[in-house]
C-alpha cells in the first residue's frame, strides 16, 4: 500500500514563497524544488504563482532539466490577481541515483514568486 506526505518545497524557507529572481533560459533557474534521489518514490508537485507587477510576466518552469522545449513549461502570469496554478500535480521522481529538480526563471526579475507543496508517494 502507498504512503502519502504532504511536503514543503525543497527550495522553500518554512513553506514561504519562493522569488524568481532568475531571468536566463539554458540555464539552471531559481530552484523550487528537488526531488528524493529514488526512482520509485513519486513527487506529485503543485506549484502556484503570483505576479505582483502591473504587467503580465512570461514564467518558464523547468521540468526535471534544463533543455529547451523538452524540459520547460511557459506561460503568462497575470498582474495582481492572486495565485495562478502553474502545475496541477505533475509527477516526478529522482533517476535512482541523483535527485531531479524542479527551477524557473521569468521575463522580469524578482517580480513573481512560487509557492506549492508536494505530495510525497512511497
Known sequence: ????????????TQGKA???AATTSG??????????TSATIEDEVWLY??????SA?????????VTAVDNEIKLSVPP???LTLIVPGLILTGTGSAANTVAAYAATTNVIT???????IA
Open 57 to 65: 510576466v512570461v514564467l518558464t518552469i523547468q521540468w526535471g532539466g
Open 80 to 82: 495582481t490577481s492572486g
Open 18 to 20: 519562493i522569488k524568481v
Open 49 to 54: 504563482a503570483y505576479n505582483s507587477s502591473a
Open 27 to 36: 540555464s539552471a533557474g531559481t530552484t523550487l524544488h528537488a526531488t528524493g
Open 1 to 12: 500500500m502507498a504512503t502519502f506526505s504532504k511536503e514543503l518545497l525543497s527550495g522553500s
Open 114 to 120: 512560487v509557492s506549492g507543496y508536494v505530495n510525497r
